[in-house]
């Protein structure tokens, strides 16, 4: 079945609304230029109300070593997800399963990627946008990711409750990431677009098992 994340949370009632309708994860921004940002005093309150068998994932963009400890000094992390620039050194450094997000284009040598990311748990491919570091709501050619990629895919970029079942009847991730397309606005996410988007991946799943 595939994993579904729901990224950018910033409010309780849309931590419940995504609990209650079955997502495997959460995604909390640490990142002061996104929307989505969360103050550390934000998460800890956001992951008190996590319920059992929901991931907390935390979202970093070329943070400092120092950042990402006083993140995971504070609030309770299960993967932790580097947006940036970051070499895989980095990312493997704090004791934490992670995935790398990879900004899809022409070019960009996913095969490559994932033998550079190999200590990750996973790629997480978004669109490539120049000037943003994701949750644009732009999507890319899915015909751009190989077949058979030695990691598991967390697929991003431009999902919602309208393409996500030709996404996952293409591409087959391991999982799915949506941000933008369940929102009313950015950093608010709308209770009905969550329950729709998971009911579509869960119809597409029962079709393709």
């Given at each position: 079945m595939t994993r579904i994340k729901i990224c950018g949370i910033t409010r309780e009632q849309d931590l419940h609304a995504v609990a209650s309708?079955?997502?495997?994860?959460?995604?909390?921004?640490?990142?002061?230029?996104?929307?989505?940002?969360v103050s550390l005093q934000q998460a800890v309150r956001l992951v008190s109300q996590v319920p059992p068998f929901v991931s907390v994932v935390g979202l970093f963009v070329n943070p400092t070593v120092d950042e990402v400890?006083?993140?995971?000094?504070?609030v309770?992390?299960?993967?932790?997800?580097?947006?940036?620039?970051?070499?895989?050194?980095?990312?493997?450094?704090?004791?934490?399963?992670y995935l790398k997000a990879i900004r899809v284009k022409a070019g960009v040598d996913l095969v490559e990627c994932a033998a550079e990311f190999s200590s990750a748990q996973?790629?997480?491919l978004d669109a490539f946008v120049e000037g943003t570091q994701g949750g644009t709501g732009e999507s890319f050619d899915w015909a751009l990711i190989p077949q058979n990629l030695a990691l598991p895919v967390i697929l991003s970029g431009g999902?919602?409750?309208?393409?996500?079942?030709?996404?996952?009847?293409?591409?087959?991730?391991?999982?799915?990431?949506?941000?933008?397309?369940?929102e009313i606005a950015k950093g608010?996410?709308?209770?009905?677009?969550?329950?729709?988007?998971?009911?579509?991946v869960k119809q597409i799943d029962i079709q393709l098992s």
């Open positions: 309708c079955g997502a495997d994860a959460i995604g909390l921004v640490f990142y002061a230029k996104s929307p989505r940002h400890r006083e993140v995971l000094a504070n309770a992390l299960d993967v932790l997800q580097f947006h940036g620039d970051e070499p895989s050194v980095f990312c493997a450094q704090f004791g934490k399963p996973g790629l997480l999902l919602h409750a309208g393409n996500v079942a030709a996404a996952i009847k293409q591409v087959r991730p391991y999982a799915v990431d949506v941000s933008s397309g369940v608010i996410k709308d209770a009905a677009k969550i329950a729709a988007f998971i009911q579509e």
